[in-house]
């Protein structure tokens, strides 16, 4: 059974970095890509970032573009998202989500990441 | 990045079908093929229900369907049951290098 499983979220200070890991079994990790989205609490789901299957291509939405990295290790089988310039408006759960057909087919189970002084 | 437009409640009767719409600017021949459908019960991750015009992931009963009309994708559930209730989200491929635009969302109630 496919599992991404994210770790990493916590309390973080406006204006500091933290960094997210997306860690993948039971599937073909180097073989698809991957994405970030994110639901701010009590509101809707917002995509945020993709990665080519091996790496080789890194999109992003305008809300975090140039504050966000998204990455993958295929031999470890993780993906990442470092986050840096936080802002309060980051404050949301994280979910790593798995890119088939222009869909998100199988999601984590999402970590809480909360900007606040 | 374009927005899609989704009513922010709907309500059914068990047993009853009930539609969900979702409205934007990409959803034209091309991008059709990548709406894609969301169901997220409280406090759980979203759960793809439906993608690629009416596929649906192994498990998803087939009481889910979608359609489209001009400018708008419509999730129909038919047969409402009681676990239908949750949060339901479209999402299309908006182009220029955005890989996911998602409505706002609309919660089902079953009554």
């Known amino acids: 059974q496919v599992q991404l499983v994210e770790s990493g979220g916590g309390v973080v200070q406006p204006g500091r970095s933290l960094r997210l890991s997306c860690a993948a079994s039971?599937?073909?990790?180097?073989?698809?890509?991957m994405h970030w989205v994110r639901q701010a609490p009590g509101k809707g789901l917002e995509w945020l970032a993709i990665i080519w299957y091996d790496g080789s291509k890194k999109y992003y939405a305008d809300s975090v573009k140039g504050r966000f990295t998204i990455s993958r290790d295929n031999a470890k089988k993780t993906l990442y998202l470092q986050m840096n310039s936080l802002r309060d408006e980051d404050t949301a759960v994280y979910y790593c989500?798995?890119?088939?057909?222009?869909?998100?087919?199988?999601w984590g189970q999402g970590t809480l990441v909360t900007v606040s002084s | 990045q374009s927005a899609l437009t989704q009513p922010r409640s709907v309500s059914g009767s068990l047993g009853q079908s009930v539609t969900i719409s979702c409205t934007g600017p990409?959803?034209?021949?091309?991008?059709?093929?990548?709406v894609s459908w969301y169901q997220q019960h409280p406090g759980k991750a979203p759960k793809l229900i439906i993608y690629n015009v009416n596929k649906r992931p192994s498990g998803v009963p087939d009481r889910f369907s979608d359609s489209k009309s001009g400018n708008t994708a419509s999730l129909t559930i038919s047969g409402l049951q009681a676990e239908d209730e949750a949060d339901y989200y479209c999402c299309s491929f908006a182009g220029s290098y955005t890989f996911g635009v998602f409505g706002g969302g609309t919660k089902l109630t079953v009554l």
């Open positions: 990409n959803i034209d021949v091309d991008d059709y093929n990548y």
């Open positions: 989500a798995r890119g088939v057909a222009g869909a998100f087919d199988q």
């Open positions: 039971e599937f073909t990790f180097s073989s698809y890509g």
